[in-house]
Structure formats: C-alpha cells, structure tokens
C-alpha cells in the first residue's frame, strides 16, 4: 500500500489529496495543515471582511471531517511538518496543540506551503491595528478588530489585487481609505497606461491614492496608528492592510537541500517534481518557466495550484505520464465597478526581457451600443513582430472583460496569432457581443499594423517627437477638441480632410488622432493614399494618452 503525504492543506494540497484518492483507493494519505482550517477559499477573505459573503461558513470549500468522511484522508490540522529527512523519506511533524513531535514515512511527498505575506521590518510594523491577511485566522482578527474598534479609516499598503480588494472591501464597510503604494501604479500585471483607467476609477470612488511613496515608519497614537511615508507625508489610520506582496514558504525545502530557482521558488521539473523525485511541489512555492517569455516565475494564482494539484495526482499514480506546460498567468480582478484582466506577459516585461513585440491598444463596446447598457472596455495586447504570436493582453472596463480575457488567454496558451483573434468565431447577440467582438477588433487593428496598413504611435512617444517637423492632427469634433487635446494639435474633422487636405503638410510627420483610433484610421487611410507617406494612428487614441495626461503624478515620458 503506498503511502502519500502532502504539506498544506488549501488549494494545492487539498486538490492533489482529493485526486489521489479518486485514482487510489488503497492509498495511505495524509494531509498536514499548520493552520487550523483546509481547502477554504482564500480568494473570498476580503469578501467576507467586507460582508458581501455574509456566512463565515460559506468560505469552506471541505472540512477535515469532510475530507475523511468523503476521500478517507487523514487530516491533521494545527500539524507543522518541521522537517523532512530526505535520505530516510521521513517527515517529522509537530502537533500545534501539545508540541509533541511524531516521524512519518512516506513513498510520495507533496509540498503545497504556499506563500507568506512580506512584513519588512518597518518601524512600528507590530502595533495592534496593524494586519497582513493571508488566511481565515488572519480574517478573523482583522473582523474581529472592525467589530470591536469599528474603524473610520484604513491606510492600505500595496496596490496589488489583495490590496485592491481590501480597498473596496473596507471602504463598502464604510471606510476612508488612503491606499500607498511605491510604484508609480497600482497592479503591476498592467501596463501603465491600463493601471491610470483604475487609478482614476478608484480616486473616483473617494480613495486617496498615494502612488510613489513608501511606508517609512508606524506610530501608535493610541486609539489610531500614523503612517509616515518616505515623502514625509502622515497619515492618521484606525487600521492598516499591509499588502506589500508575498514569498515563497520555501524552508522545509531549503533546509531539506531542495533546489530553489533564482525568484526563490521551488524549481521542479515538467511532471512537477522537485530535485528530489520522490518529492513533488505545486502552488505558490514553485518556479517555472513561464511559457511565453521562458523567464523562470513564481505564479501566485489559485487556477495553476488547483491544476497543478490534479497533474501531481495523476503522477504520482501513473508513474509520471503528464506534463505541465506552465501558467501564463491569467487573472482578474474586481475593482469597485471596473474588472481588470490581464493574462500573458505585459509590455514592460516583454522588454525586460528583451523579447521584440508590438502593442496595440483598442476601446470597443461590451455589447451592441443601440442595446441598452453597453459600455467601453480597453483593451490592450501584445504580439510578435515577426511570428505574429499574441504574447500578452490586458482589459480594464465594466462589463465583459472576464468573458473576453478568458479567450484571449486560450489563444495565448496555444500559441495563438493576431490571425487566431480575427477569425475568432464568437456568440453573438446585441445584449452580449457585437458582430465583431472586442476580441475581434483586437485582431483586425493588429492585423492592420503587421501587413503595414496602418503605423502606429503609443503615448508615451508624444512627448518626444520633433514639433518641428510634425503635424499632429485632431479629426474629432470641435466640440470634442475645445473640450480636451493634445497640445498644439490642428483640429480637422475627419469628415472634412479630404476638402482640407491641402491644409496639411506634406513635409512633416503626420499624427493622427480622434477619440479611440478608429475615425483616426480613416484619417490616416485617406492621407495615406493621397501621397502622405509617414502617418501614424495614435494608439488607444485620445481616451489612452488623456487618461495618462490626467494621472498624476504620471510616469516620464520616454
Ligand atoms: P495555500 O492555498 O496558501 O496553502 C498553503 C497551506 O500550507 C497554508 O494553509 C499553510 O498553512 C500550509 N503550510 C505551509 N507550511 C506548512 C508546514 N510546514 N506544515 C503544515 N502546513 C503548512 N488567487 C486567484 O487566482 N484569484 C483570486 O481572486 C485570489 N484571491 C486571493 C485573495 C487572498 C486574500 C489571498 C491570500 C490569496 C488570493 N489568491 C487568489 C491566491 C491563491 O489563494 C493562492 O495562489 C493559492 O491559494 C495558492 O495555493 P497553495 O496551495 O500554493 O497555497
């Protein structure tokens, strides 16, 4: 009878030990928690805290006893694995309750730790009113201490999807919230020009948001905490959030002499298995090729750990028969109205890692605008120059960026091109879609850049461009451009170029705007086939570069 022991008892471990009953009736397993609780949904804390999940009991996925009544697993909660004595393929485990320590065998180990929240050792980081949140216990303090202090005001610390989540959480709780983060935007899976649309929307909803400044120290004023930024800014806070990131909980596997990656994960191979093949590891502790820039990367997600959890069953079982081709990373997020989706590699990593790639940014409607209820989403994706491969996208808008997201992440993972989301055949029907789907617009302006039917400019290139020798063209409509434009733009409604085609200079650089791009690319087609050679469509149009223009304090232009 084999004998299977897996560390961790959420997301990843849960999934693999439920699995490996399901393939192996005979089995020994043993499932250890340092926790008190298993396979709860992390995902939901914030919800919970926030009250939108009003039943604390809805965020258990199984129980303990749940999973020995249904898979006969031996869970053992408030259970550390200490240790892990490789050479004897033993653990050594301590009970949280009493301390005392037992040894168990296994023939297969499986590593789900998951990750820990970074806590840097600010000063002050210790007061009472001061939270990370990572699990249910975590959860309960923090609810406890709204409860009890009934905070006016929180400083949340980090603008990632926690963060975030815990923003709208505490401010639907009827918080002030400041939210702090280092960067120069929140949500580092963006590219900077999409993280402005959530910057606006969250300053719209009454958040403070602090971008380029740091925690530097806490103060316990009693009945509050100060929080001292670096920029010597204070703020006075009835709770904080820190959410400044997380690690990999690597130190079984460091002090058991497991290779760890160069992001300080567990590195395993394609079947998942660690340097050691008896020991497999899965979720947020391992490191893995990413499969569009081959960059080695800690995917913090619940999707990758809960299939990654089935793929070690189905090895452990079979003797190592599948293959894990690695998570591009999808995810979403909502963030008060706005979703926000992004799913393979983003502009900025592209070029960190010196991979060659185009960007192309669209503003379609979610559905027929003549059916009630339509509105705008952005969207921006990535592709190969050369092979014409999508590489990345990204989504900000209210209403179907998860539907489309998840289309541009099955083409991705597939190795799609800028051909696949051309021809992408979706559902259609006025409250859905539109003929042409977002997707498909997507496909269409990066078709048109690829076969040269249209150049692009992105915003970013404004603020360097030679004003002698350009012409930067307007073709939206008086009202539009009394209302907002680009400095030193000569306003030609598009409708009117070709009566005022003389008006504009053939020796120059011509820039091409309107609203999103799309009246642009008349503009440019028309002047293009009247002899004007260097043409450029400004990418995402007004609605992108105002949207950067209106950020502040905004990035360098480059
Ligand atoms: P976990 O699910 O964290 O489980 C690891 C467990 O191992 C922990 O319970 C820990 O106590 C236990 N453990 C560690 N060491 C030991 C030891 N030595 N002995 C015994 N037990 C040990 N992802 C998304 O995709 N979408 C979301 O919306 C989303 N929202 C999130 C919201 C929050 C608040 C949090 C905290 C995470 C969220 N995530 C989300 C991330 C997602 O939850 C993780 O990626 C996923 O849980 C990772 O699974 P895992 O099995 O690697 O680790």
Redesign the pocket.
């Known amino acids: 009878m084999a004998r299977y022991l897996i560390?961790?008892?959420?997301?990843?471990?849960a999934t693999a030990a439920a699995r490996l009953r399901r393939l192996d009736e005979s089995a020994e397993i043993i499932m250890?928690?340092?926790?008190e609780y298993v396979s709860y949904a992390?995902?939901g804390?914030?919800y919970y805290i926030g009250g939108v999940i009003p039943v604390r009991d809805r965020l258990f996925v199984q129980t303990a006893d749940g999973f020995r009544n249904r898979f006969n697993i031996d869970v053992r909660v408030s259970?550390?694995?200490v240790s892990i004595a490789r050479e004897r393929k033993q653990v050594e485990v301590r009970d949280l309750a009493n301390g005392a320590i037992t040894v168990e065998s296994y023939d297969k180990l499986v590593l789900?730790?998951?990750?820990e929240p970074l806590k840097p050792p600010i000063p002050g980081i210790d007061i009472p009113g001061i939270f990370t949140?990572?699990?249910v216990m975590d959860t309960d303090r923090i609810k406890q201490h709204c409860d009890t202090t009934k905070p006016k005001s929180a400083v949340i610390v980090g603008g990632g999807?926690?963060g975030l989540e815990m923003a709208e959480n505490l401010h639907a709780a009827g918080m002030e919230i400041t939210l702090v983060e280092m960067a120069e935007q929140v949500m580092v899976n963006l590219d900077y020009e999409m993280a402005a649309e959530v910057h606006h929307h969250l300053r719209a909803k009454g958040v403070t948001l602090l971008l380029k400044d740091g925690v530097a120290s806490f103060r316990d004023k009693g009945r509050s905490i100060e929080v001292v930024l670096s920029s010597g800014r204070t703020i006075a806070a009835d709770i904080v959030i820190l959410s400044i990131g997380v690690r990999p909980?690597t130190k079984?596997a460091r002090e058991a002499g497991l290779d760890i990656g160069k992001r300080g994960g567990i590195l395993v191979d394609r079947h998942l298995r660690s340097s050691d093949p008896d020991i497999y590891a899965?979720?947020?502790?391992i490191e893995f090729a990413n499969p569009v820039t081959g960059r080695s990367v800690i995917t913090?997600?619940?999707?990758p750990?809960n299939k990654q959890g089935r793929l070690v069953a189905d090895n452990i079982v079979t003797g190592n028969t599948r293959i894990y081709g690695g998570s591009i990373g999808t995810?979403v997020a909502k963030v008060f109205d706005l979703t926000v989706a992004s799913t393979g590699a983003s502009e900025k990593t592209l070029a960190a890692e010196g991979i060659p790639c185009v960007a192309s940014i669209t503003h379609s409607a979610s559905h027929a605008t003549y059916y009630p209820g339509a509105s705008q989403m952005s969207v921006k994706i990535l592709f190969s120059p050369d092979s014409c491969t999508l590489l990345g996208a990204q989504i900000v808008g209210a209403s179907g960026v998860d539907r489309r997201i998840d289309v541009f992440a099955a083409l991705i993972g597939k190795k799609g091109s800028v051909y696949d989301l051309m021809e992408f055949d979706h559902a259609y029907a006025p409250p859905y879609s539109s003929a042409k789907d977002p997707v498909n617009i997507a496909g269409f302006v990066a078709e048109n850049i690829l076969t040269g039917v249209m150049k692009v400019m992105h915003w970013r290139q404004v603020p360097g461009l030679d004003r002698a020798n350009t012409f930067i063209l307007d073709v939206r409509t008086p009202g539009e451009h009394r209302a907002g434009t680009i400095e030193g733009s000569v306003n030609i409604p598009v409708d009117e170029l070709r009566d005022r085609i003389a008006s504009v200079p053939r020796d120059k650089t011509i820039v091409v705007f309107c609203a999103v791009g799309q009246r642009a690319h008349v503009a440019a087609r028309i002047l293009r086939q009247s002899g004007f050679e260097e043409v450029y469509n400004l990418s995402g149009g007004y609605r992108t570069y105002g949207t950067v223009l209106r950020d502040s304090p905004g990035p360098a232009c480059c």
Do not use: K
């Not at 250890?32 to 926790?35: D, L």
């Not at 899965?282 to 502790?285: E, K, N």
């Open positions: 560390i961790g008892g959420v997301a990843g471990g250890f928690e340092r926790g992390n995902c804390l914030p259970t550390e694995v789900s730790p998951g990750a949140l990572r699990n999807f926690i909980d079984l899965i979720g947020d502790a913090l997600l619940a999707g750990a995810a």
